[in-house]
């Protein structure tokens, strides 16, 4: 089955530091995309970052980058320099038929809060 | 531009009332969706329109949802009767293609209470 873990319920970091969110998923497709999505209290949900699976670069924007490891199917989220506008809901998800379609598979979510 | 809208955002009505929630998805995105997320779950797909027609309604929980998108612009999600369990955020979204790679843009979602 197409599952997305995420077994981190809620995380706390100091503004400025570093925090990694992690995500676990199980698929038996090869080719595939995986997404980061933030939703901040009563706002909108906005990706934050994507990854091909096959390339083996990891994505980075900005502050934010993946470590992904294909082989152990994990894909985790680094957050760097923290801001307070970096509180919100996180939300792993991927395509699980590859790329066929974007029906979306998502995890549980990790609330991130970052205190001042 | 603006992006996905979804009206209410908040509801709050009691168990077998009927309640219908709006989508207004970005212009020019041919491809909308619908997901839930119960609380302390994962957020599901419930359907997946391409213009009008329904490419994908597998996540639809029972008969007593309803999605539509007349004239392939606006949709509506009409849950009737309401249950208890239907309580939850319903997220609306869109994008322009739906080959896996492309962007999928969401709504704030709507807040359902059924008491």
């Known amino acids: 089955a197409q599952t997305v873990t995420q077994s981190q319920p809620e995380m706390s970091v100091q503004e400025a530091e570093t925090v990694t969110l992690s995500c676990t998923y199980d698929?038996?497709?090869?080719?595939?995309?995986l997404f980061w999505y933030k939703q901040p209290p009563s706002r909108q949900m906005i990706l934050v970052i994507r990854q091909e699976a096959y390339k083996q670069q990891n994505a980075t924007e900005n502050r934010f980058s993946v470590n992904f490891q294909k082989a152990a199917k994990s894909f985790s989220l680094k957050i760097s320099d923290s801001q307070l506008g970096d509180t919100a809901m996180y939300f792993c998800?991927?395509?699980?038929?590859?790329?066929?379609?974007?029906?979306?598979?998502f995890g549980t979510g990790t609330l991130l809060a970052v205190q001042p | 531009e603006a992006g996905v809208t979804q009206f209410p955002s908040h509801s709050v009505i009691e168990k077998g009332q009927t309640v219908t929630l709006r989508c207004d998805p970005i212009?020019?995105?041919?491809?909308l969706y619908w997901y839930r997320r119960v609380m302390g779950k994962e957020i599901k797909f419930l359907l997946h329109f391409v213009k009008e027609s329904k490419q994908d309604e597998s996540g639809m929980p029972n008969n007593r949802f309803l999605a539509e998108r007349t004239g392939g612009t606006y949709s509506t999600l009409k849950v009737q009767p309401a249950e208890l369990e239907d309580s939850g955020v319903y997220f609306c979204a869109s994008s322009r293609d739906w080959n896996s790679g492309n962007t999928i843009y969401f709504g704030e979602g709507s807040w359902l209470t059924v008491v």
């Open positions: 212009s020019g995105h041919d491809n």
């Open positions: 698929t038996s497709e090869n080719n595939y995309y």
């Open positions: 998800a991927f395509p699980p038929y590859g790329g066929a379609t974007n029906k979306l598979i």
